[in-house]
């Protein structure tokens, strides 16, 4: 069974592009050209990768899902080996593709990227954003290999380093009468509008903190966006509950956000790096996972007791 590395890319590429007119107009190549590959590699496979749709391009087969996954990895290797062989002798050089869940990103993805830029300059990074499902769906078809994310609704086929634990706080508006109390019960809030972080599955996971105090809130606001929400805190609209706390108390918009701990002890969220259980990393997405693994360790950069909301002791 032969593989070139040139139909592997032809048969990724036309899984991206949804169609093997267009994946040959990408890779300034003919159609008959691509055609011909992908027949060769479903031939000796026995097996069908492409579901062809008529006049509607293509789609990917359960096993070319799997395939293509492969695929995608496999030519990261092949362009890594071809850019250390020119470079033999100097550090490690290539491009990554990363992953993260949206409010990590903002909180953490700033200096993880300018501190491994400074240790590994050769290395450029890629991020990709998203909510928790889409982080999943991006490491199962190969789009990224590493992701910085939660460990809650993780498949089988992912497993994950944790990195710290990030409790809930409740986050209120910095003139409400409880903002400055130094922990606050949820039950004191069972009757002020709630405003929800709606993402897939983080609702899940803020709907039964509620559920283990024994409460339903009262959802007034739901919104994709934390910055939303912490505006329409600081203008008095209603509370929430977040975990990513931001190192400042003042919203995009001027208006001032208090962060309160909580009284029940609900469960914490679980950061943690994320990949593919059966593929082995390549050395450029190793040192980026080293590097995020040493940057939440004691004394690194966002080490135990360096990420606790202002004013609120981490101890």
Not at 35 to 57: C, D, M, T, W, Y
Request: hydrophobic fraction near 40%.
């Amino acid at each position: 069974m032969r593989f070139s590395l040139r139909a592997l890319r032809y048969m990724v590429e036309t899984a991206d592009a949804g169609s093997v007119t267009e994946a040959a107009k990408r890779l300034n190549v003919s159609q008959p050209s691509i055609s011909a590959a992908l027949s060769q590699i479903e031939a000796e496979l026995g097996i069908q990768v492409f579901v062809r749709h008529l006049a509607k391009g293509v789609t990917l087969s359960p096993a070319g899902h799997r395939l293509v996954n492969d695929a995608r990895l496999l030519l990261n290797h092949a362009r890594d080996f071809a850019q250390s062989a020119q470079s033999l002798g100097n550090a490690l050089h290539g491009e990554i593709v990363v992953g993260s869940f949206l409010t990590l990103a903002t909180r953490f993805m700033p200096g993880l990227l300018s501190g491994f830029r400074q240790r590994q300059p050769g290395i450029s990074v890629k991020l990709e954003e998203g909510n928790q499902q889409e982080i999943i769906d991006a490491l199962m078809l190969g789009r990224t290999e590493l992701a910085l994310s939660y460990s809650f609704a993780v498949p089988d086929d992912i497993t994950g380093d944790k990195l710290c634990e990030l409790p809930p706080y409740i986050l209120l508006s910095a003139d409400h009468p409880l903002a400055r109390r130094p922990a606050i019960s949820l039950g004191e809030l069972r009757d002020e509008p709630f405003i929800l972080l709606d993402l897939p599955h983080s609702r899940d996971y803020f709907f039964g903190l509620f559920a283990a105090a024994g409460l339903e809130p009262r959802v007034a606001f739901r919104s994709r966006s934390f910055e939303m929400i912490r505006g329409l805190i600081g203008h008095g609209q209603g509370y929430s509950i977040h975990n990513a706390v931001p190192r400042t108390n003042i919203g995009y918009d001027g208006s001032r956000i208090a962060v309160v701990p909580i009284v029940e002890p609900l469960p914490p969220t679980h950061v943690t790096v994320l990949r593919l259980k059966r593929h082995t990393q390549r050395p450029a997405v190793q040192s980026f996972a080293d590097y995020t693994r040493d940057a939440f360790a004691i004394g690194g950069l966002f080490g135990p007791g360096s990420i606790a909301p202002p004013g609120v002791d981490a101890t």
